[in-house]
């Protein structure tokens, strides 16, 4: 039985779906079981793939019947989609999970299911573990959620299917129910990297690339029929893509150009090994490609690069930054950072100060390296304390913000077309925000209380910035299409 992502249970029937021309009330069968009006609960832990996975689940639940809700309480399916990369999310999980033990025995026909990586890798023993756990479901069967919440509600819970994706093409579509102008389109699964201290390889598999016209076609149709403005191309390391099918991400770019509609192209996640001249070149020529680009370094050692097994130098990395730099003098860059990884001296932990200097990002993310089991640095003895990460991380945060604000304070008089995508409250005062083609935020008053400014095109003047975000003031509403004359 072939299964994996894009493929459902062949021996699973399929849903009926009818609608009552009267009432319009939606009834859905699949074999014998009716699958009445249902609400779903999801939270989702970790990387942008989770969200978009999530987003796909979700989808796919609407054919059965189910909505998504807010409220837990409300929810006669919860489902976790887990991040086995972080301690924090873990926890949270793991304490959330336990929570639904109290929740099923309010809620006696409450289901409760878990995906993503965790399950990946530990699907089996946690629903062994967890009597209130009904099934787990791991990063290559998303698509047959259908499949298997019928299976819970035919009575036949307590499993898990965690089974890797053996079809030749990684093909799939991009689902995506929140109509937002944004989409996450997933171009590669998986990771053939192995850095020392990450999970993904066991929980994500081998690298698979979609076909570049099945992508192009996917995000025309996303264009046309569900307004799409935005799309971010998503991977485990976006830079392999097409390593296994002859094609090369520039030229996905480039094809994605064309497409009339689509106003902005962002990608994410990148690995400085697999950064081509070619597509350091379609930084430059590109119009849609986003001025951001996100590529992690971990650390300005070559020494803990070494121990990473990131097969880059801080050389290498800087000539890169200086070569994007060259091609397009516009471009803001981020990165990542693992504070204090296996045995890192003071002096490497120094390297990691000196290289934000040189290189001057403009965020960064940043962790205390923590360990995940099976991976090769958990094999490693490891002599550096808890307490010594803490403070060279806070070092790390510290330092950066210093070279951020810096950095923001040039932003002011600044002018910016943003795409608004929500408001919050901001000493009181109602602000709408937004981002800007770099992917800097930009918080502003709208002319009027009842403006409602949400996915609309707006043009800003920065007034203010900090090492964080800039405030600004609204100059022209161009509504919810990008306007093309101006
Ligand atoms: S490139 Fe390294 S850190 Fe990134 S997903 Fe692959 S193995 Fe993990």
Same mark, same amino acid.
């Given at each position: 039985m072939s299964t994996g992502l894009g493929v459902r249970n062949p021996e699973v029937p399929k849903e009926q779906i009818t609608v009552n021309p009267n009432t319009g009330q939606k009834t859905v069968r699949m074999g014998d079981l009716e699958f009445p009006p249902r609400k779903v609960w999801m939270k989702t832990f970790g990387c942008q793939m989770n969200y978009h996975d999530s987003e796909r689940i979700l989808s796919h639940l609407t054919d059965l019947n189910f909505t998504r809700t807010d409220k837990v309480d409300d929810a006669d399916m919860v489902?976790? $989609?887990?991040c086995a990369i972080r301690d924090l999310s873990n926890n949270k999980f793991y304490s959330q999970l336990g929570e639904m033990k109290h929740a099923k025995k309010k809620k006696e026909d409450l289901v409760v299911g878990i995906g993503g990586c965790v399950a990946q890798t530990e699907g089996k023993e946690l629903v062994k573990k967890y009597k209130h756990l /009904?099934?787990?479901?791991? @990063? /290559?069967?998303?698509d047959q959620i259908n499949d298997m919440v019928f299976r819970t509600y035919s009575g036949d819970n307590k499993f898990t299917i965690n089974s890797w994706d053996r079809s030749e093409n990684f093909s799939i579509e991009t689902k995506i129910t929140h109509g937002s102008p944004q989409a996450f389109v997933n171009i590669i699964k998986g990771c053939n990297k192995y850095c020392? =201290?990450?999970?993904?390889?066991? @929980? +994500?598999?081998? #690298?698979? %690339? +979609? *076909? *570049?016209?099945?992508?192009?076609? /996917?995000?025309? *149709?996303l264009v046309e029929y569900q307004g799409i403005q935005e799309v971010t191309l998503l991977g485990q390391n976006v830079n392999s893509y097409g390593h296994d099918n002859g094609e090369t991400l520039s030229e996905l770019i480039m094809g994605l150009e064309e497409i009339n509609g689509l106003q902005l192209i962002r990608y994410t996640t990148s690995h400085p090994y697999d950064v081509s001249d070619e597509l350091i070149a379609v930084h430059? @020529?590109?119009k849609k490609l986003s001025n951001h680009l996100h590529l992690p370094v971990q650390s300005g050692s070559d020494g803990v690069l070494k121990r990473m097994h990131r #097969?880059?130098?801080?050389?290498? =990395? &800087?000539?890169? &930054?200086? *070569?994007?730099?060259k091609s397009n003098p516009n471009i803001v860059l981020s990165t990542d950072i693992i504070a204090g990884f296996v045995n890192e001296t003071d002096e490497e932990h120094r390297m990691t100060l000196d290289l934000l200097d040189k290189a001057q990002y403009d965020f960064i993310y940043s962790y205390a390296y923590s360990m995940r089991n099976n991976t090769r640095a958990s094999k490693m003895e490891d002599l550096l304390t808890d307490d010594i990460r803490g403070e060279r991380l806070r #070092?790390?945060?510290? =330092?950066? &913000?210093?070279? !951020?604000a810096k950095i +923001? #304070?040039?932003?002011?008089? $600044? !002018?910016?077309?943003? &795409?608004?995508?929500? =408001?919050? $409250?901001?000493g009181g005062v109602k602000k709408w925000r937004g981002r800007t083609n770099c992917n800097r935020i930009v918080h502003f008053l709208p002319s009027s209380d009842e403006q409602d400014l949400q996915w609309n095109w707006v043009d800003v003047k920065v007034t203010s910035a900090t090492a964080? %975000?800039? !405030?600004?003031d609204l100059l022209e509403v161009h509504g919810r299409r990008y306007p093309t004359s101006k």
């Open positions: 489902l976790f $989609n887990t /009904d099934f787990a479901f791991g @990063t /290559d069967v998303i020392t =201290y990450c999970i993904v390889p066991y @929980t +994500r598999g081998k #690298e698979r %690339s +979609r *076909k *570049k016209a099945e992508v192009i076609e /996917d995000v025309r *149709k430059g @020529t590109s #097969e880059y130098t801080i050389e290498h =990395y &800087l000539g890169l &930054l200086e *070569k994007l730099r #070092e790390i945060q510290k =330092y950066q &913000l210093g070279i !951020q +923001r #304070e040039k932003l002011v008089g $600044n !002018q910016y077309r943003i &795409l608004v995508e929500g =408001y919050g $409250n901001m964080l %975000s800039c !405030q600004g």
